[in-house]
């Protein structure tokens, strides 16, 4: 009781603070209520449709089943029976209630509460009846058997999915569906992929004539595989290729494309090929576990399957991106080059310390890591090494060509900064964990007079670990220095620049980048008039000073070129642009 009540406060109380930060008001500033109801208005909302539905597709699994309605398990019964009659009311009488305030209240169209139901509730609907529709169409080509329950699921939650996406494109603004359909996209994308990898796979096994493992990919690997492919590849036409592509380019789109496809197609592709590579040189060179090639490469055609998979995912995603771009160098590109970059890195580093423990295996004749022999742990190394470093090498280099051919650009780009600090702050962790683990190795097997070969066999990883992390670590701290030394050179402008004009949400964005220095924009009230605000230096801005003809970049340029202050606010004189300097306390 008492833990219930902890909870129900810390909820109210989480709500209300997210209520103020979303209004935007001080801590002393009352609170938006709305936030508050849409809060629990649309929770509620989301509940009783999730209720609603499995007590409906429970009642509905019953009946498509045949025989007695009241058969055994009758605590499903109860629960399904339960769920419809108490969720499905209320349910109605919440969704009449909404559709109600949608219709009289453009504000709850736009709010972001609403939104969020929408996208919550259909990525919900959407994944249920995914995995419904798998079953059934498994049992419809004969290689599962019949699942009432799996039927009504799809009927029900592809009912509530379909009513969903009706209800979006009529109440949802545009803008707020990029999150849902990218959502989806990669729902169906990954089901695609995951299907295709498995009829590739069936192929190469059929093709080699090698066992199939019944354990992980059950009988009829191949039809099993093209259902998978098929229902993957709706979801993803209608998301993506109907939808998503066609909508504008927004930092959600970008993000999508290069962690969904870019980033995970050649994460999973380079995984696989990986594996592939290191069964072979195992096979060719090194010491396997069995002499029988089927065993040995039977988790091969999983693997080529992934490959194939992950590749195509990339090479698409990649081509997209290179459709939008200009020949100019964008951020976009360069998130792209770094995200691969580091990828190759990883790889590359976790080959060298698996190097390091080959090394110690082979000094303390310990087998641990590969299970075989030490020439499996070095095969294991020049696998990662083959397949990371030069991935590597290409993206790196192309992003230095880059500093080069234009190096204020490059240098002060965030993708960079982000690139270096994570390697310099993920490398120097590891290396420091490491570090802490191989000297307490060290010092408990000396107190406890055990200091000797197998203290150097047990501290392998935690070596293996420091040199490559501190080898990643030293390299791109002198990458930062050196970008720190040549960075300064190309600021042109003030720390911090307060634009007082009509709303433009490029307009900080694009002079932050440009200055180099924090920028804020305030805009007038919407009557006219602009709201008497404190400025940073505690003087009010009168409605006369505000800028209200458009403001642009290059206008906003232009002024600060007439000063060399540090802190700096940009406003219109008499018909001109006029930057004062200013002292923020």
């Not at 990643?472 to 990458?479: E, G, I, N, Q, S």
């Amino acid at each position: 009781m008492i833990s219930a009540l902890l909870l129900l406060v810390l909820l109210v109380v989480g709500v209300v603070l997210a209520s103020r930060r979303v209004a935007g008001r001080s801590a002393a500033g009352p609170v938006d209520v709305h936030v508050v109801r849409h809060f629990f208005q649309y929770l509620l909302l989301l509940g009783l449709l999730v209720v609603t539905a499995i007590g409906v597709s429970g009642l509905l699994g019953r009946a498509l089943e045949g025989g007695t309605f009241a058969r055994a398990d009758e605590t499903a019964l109860a629960r399904s029976v339960t769920f419809t009659l108490v969720g499905l009311p209320l349910l109605l009488a919440l969704a009449l209630t909404t559709r109600r305030q949608l219709r009289q209240q453009a504000e709850e169209r736009r709010s972001t509460a609403w939104a969020a139901f929408v996208t919550v509730a259909s990525l919900t609907a959407l994944g249920v009846t995914v995995s419904a529709v798998q079953v059934v169409l498994g049992w419809a080509v004969g290689v599962r058997a019949y699942d009432s329950g799996a039927l009504a699921s799809t009927i029900v939650w592809g009912a509530t999915w379909g009513g969903l996406w009706w209800v979006e494109g009529r109440s949802v603004p545009q803008g707020h569906r990029a999150l849902h359909h990218l959502a989806g996209s990669g729902v169906g994308l990954w089901t695609a992929a995951s299907g295709l990898g498995t009829l590739v796979a069936a192929g190469v096994r059929g093709l080699f004539s090698l066992p199939t493992d019944l354990l992980t990919t059950g009988a009829h690997p191949a039809l099993r595989g093209g259902v998978t492919l098929a229902v993957g590849a709706v979801v993803w036409l209608q998301y993506w290729v109907r939808t998503a592509s066609r909508e504008p380019r927004t930092g959600w789109w970008v993000a999508y494309a290069l962690l969904a496809g870019v980033g995970a197609g050649f994460v999973v592709a380079l995984v696989a090929a990986s594996t592939v590579l290191y069964d072979t040189l195992v096979w060719l060179v090194g010491r396997p576990t069995t002499t029988y090639a089927a065993d040995h490469f039977a988790g091969a055609p999983a693997a080529t399957g992934l490959v194939v998979a992950g590749g195509l995912v990339w090479w698409y995603h990649h081509a997209v991106l290179e459709q939008g771009e200009h020949p100019a160098r964008t951020e976009g590109r360069r998130v792209y080059e770094y995200l691969l970059a580091g990828a190759a890195l990883v790889a590359a580093a976790a080959g060298v310390a698996t190097l390091v423990v080959a090394a110690v295996e082979g000094a303390t004749n310990s087998t641990v890591l590969t299970g075989a022999s030490p020439v499996n742990t070095v095969l294991a190394a020049v696998t990662l090494l083959v397949v990371g470093a030069p991935v590597w090498a290409f993206y790196w280099r192309l992003a230095q060509r880059a500093v080069h051919a234009a190096p204020r650009a490059e240098l002060e780009s965030p993708t960079r900064r982000a690139y270096l600090f994570v390697l310099l702050g993920a490398s120097s962790v590891a290396a420091v964990v490491s570090l802490l683990v191989a000297v307490y190795q060290f010092f408990d097997a000396a107190f406890n007079d055990t200091l000797g070969a197998a203290t150097l066999r047990s501290a392998r990883f935690a070596l293996g670990i420091l040199l490559a992390a501190a080898a990643v670590a030293a390299y791109h701290w002198t990458v930062y220095r050196a970008d720190r030394v040549a960075a300064p050179a190309h600021r042109r402008g003030p720390r911090y620049v307060l634009v007082l004009g009509p709303h433009d949400a490029d307009l900080a964005r694009t002079l932050a980048r440009t200055t180099g220095g924090r920028v804020q924009a305030w805009t007038p009230t919407a009557d006219g008039h602009a709201a008497t605000a404190p400025t940073p230096a505690g003087e009010p801005v009168t409605p006369e000073a505000v800028v209200r003809e458009p403001v642009t970049p290059e206008a906003v340029l232009a002024a600060l070129g007439d000063t060399t202050g540090d802190e700096v606010v940009v406003l219109c004189d008499e018909g001109r642009m006029r930057a004062i300097p200013v002292h923020r306390e």
